[in-house]
């Protein structure tokens, strides 16, 4: 488990698993030819991809950002991704039982994300953070429920249109400082209002990126997946980041890097991008 102190924080990635994606969609019109060298794919092109989130205890409250696949995937989606709804177990090997959490922040409202927002209870979806109030961009929801052609799979409407109906999700109108050393900041692309999570404390930042940079193997502006709805927009909002991440030294969270879940990015004298792995506690 990967823990580091930022401040008077204390950051924890904790996986709800690996699932299996296409290496084409995950690399888009990058050749396989170039991302192979990189990442070997199964004899199905599949490859492994991570499932992080982001435990940020702050001294006062429990923040979790994103939430995994979960475990309410139908039987023919279990067959495609698998599901290892892992969460819950490191969560608890982290110390903490889904009662303890206070906040969660979903970047977007794909399955992968927001999975474990809600679980079954008998014939009922119920909230799996039963204390806690759920935070995501407003206008991500209005794009979720038109479930137009290009992405209705993606979004499944039993991890979180309960938590509206209860009461416990709140929609956010733009960028947001949310408590002190934790904001929300949005940054199109992938979706037209992903919003990325920076945390600061002690004169140091962090960034859950989130499908923005899915992984360490996707720096470069033109990298990019096909599932990003604006792929113009993801590089630019790729480069806006980089113009105060890698200056500032910002600890960067990658969402589905099953091997180097976080690091700080670098450019080196070309402008080539790379990674400096962070260490833990």
């Known amino acids: 488990m990967h823990r580091t102190a930022l401040g008077d924080f204390e950051l924890t990635v904790v996986s709800d698993g690996t699932y299996f994606l296409d290496g084409g969609a995950f690399f888009g019109v990058v050749p396989k030819t170039l991302w192979s060298r990189k990442a070997a794919p199964d004899e199905l092109n599949r490859l492994d991809a991570g499932l992080n989130s982001l435990l940020i205890r702050t001294g006062k409250k429990n923040i979790l950002v994103e939430t995994g696949i979960g475990n309410k995937l139908p039987d023919r989606l279990v067959q495609i991704y698998k599901q290892p709804a892992k969460l819950i177990e490191n969560l608890h090997a982290a110390g903490l039982a889904p009662e303890d959490i206070d906040i969660v922040i979903n970047t977007h409202l794909h399955f992968d994300h927001c999975g474990w927002n809600t679980t079954r209870r008998g014939d009922h979806i119920v909230a799996t953070f039963p204390n806690a109030k759920y935070y995501v961009q407003e206008k991500e929801w209005d794009h979720a429920r038109l479930q137009l052609e290009r992405d209705a799979v993606s979004y499944m409407s039993p991890n979180y249109d309960p938590l509206l109906g209860n009461g416990q999700m709140v929609l956010v109108g733009g960028d947001l400082e949310l408590l002190p050393g934790i904001s929300l900041k949005v940054f199109p692309g992938h979706t037209a ?78 402008g080539k991008l790379s990674v400096v792995s962070a260490g833990s506690l």
């Open 193 to 270: 209002n992903m919003q990325a999570v920076v945390v600061e404390s002690g004169g140091k930042k962090a960034c859950y990126i989130s499908d923005l940079i899915p992984t360490s193997l996707h720096l470069e502006p033109t990298w990019l997946m096909a599932f990003d709805l604006y792929p113009l927009q993801t590089i630019e909002s790729k480069k806006n980041y980089y113009a105060s991440a890698i200056p500032e030294h910002w600890l960067t969270v990658f969402t589905h890097d099953d091997k180097t879940p976080w690091g700080y990015i670098e450019k080196g004298e070309k």
